[in-house]
């Protein structure tokens, strides 16, 4: 256990559902990202905060994907309107300000029917 | 843009060193890092270099850094069979960017 929770592990829902995730990263770590894992693949970035502000969104992220961080704490991640594509393990990752580790939660693993 | 290149398997024999390697493209690196994920499990820090260094070493696992070649290897030693699993070479600035992985398979 790292100390990032992610909620919840696992999430089925039908296309064209909205779906929104929680991460609570390690208190005090001012920095939280987002990355997608598919099956044989290495995470993909999807966007970072610095404390409450996003500093950068992937071109992945489409109109679909927001997230959201906004006391600078526990972030969430919502898609909209769920396409097959989206089907994935959602990662987050926090980093302590002058940190170079970046510790991952468990991972929400999401699969669209 | 960034990218990070593996070979996607390697298989050794259980006691033989197993050496996996990484390309990367971005310059302005601070640190690279190599990252481990077993089956079902998060992704796990194993190590990481500075990027004015050559060479790291942790118990089994050595890193080797060729800034000109922007090549990463990771070594690890007398190979076990709970060193079975995925492994990632990241590399970024501001964000971790990994690669494919490579997949260890370790054999009696």
């Known amino acids: 256990d790292t100390g990032v929770s992610q909620d919840p592990r696992h999430k089925i829902t039908k296309r064209g559902q909205n779906v929104t995730f929680r991460c609570d990263p390690i208190s005090e770590h001012n920095r939280l990202y987002w990355y997608r894992q598919t099956l044989g693949q290495g995470p993909e970035f999807l966007t970072y905060?610095?404390?409450?502000?996003?500093?950068?969104k992937s071109r992945l992220l489409s109109d679909r994907f927001s997230a959201e961080r906004p006391k600078g704490s526990f972030s969430t991640l919502e898609i909209q309107r769920t396409e097959q594509g989206d089907s994935a393990m959602y990662l987050c990752a926090s980093i302590p300000g002058q940190g170079t580790e970046a510790f991952f939660g468990q991972g929400t693993r999401l699969t669209v029917v | 843009g960034e990218d990070v290149e593996q070979s996607l398997f390697l298989s050794v024999r259980e006691g033989d060193s197993s050496v996996i390697n990484c390309t990367y493209t971005?310059?302005?690196?601070?640190?690279l890092y190599w990252y481990k994920q077993e089956p079902g499990a998060g992704l796990q820090l194993l190590t990481y270099i500075f990027s004015n260094m050559d060479m790291k070493q942790d118990q089994r696992l050595t890193v080797l850094l060729n800034k000109k070649d922007k090549h990463l290897s990771l070594r690890i030693a007398d190979t076990q069979t709970g060193d079975s699993a995925i492994y990632f070479c990241a590399d970024g600035y501001n964000k971790l960017i990994f690669g494919a992985g490579t997949r260890l398979a370790v054999h009696p």
């Open positions: 905060f610095q404390n409450e502000a996003q500093l950068e």
């Open positions: 971005d310059s302005s690196s601070t640190y």
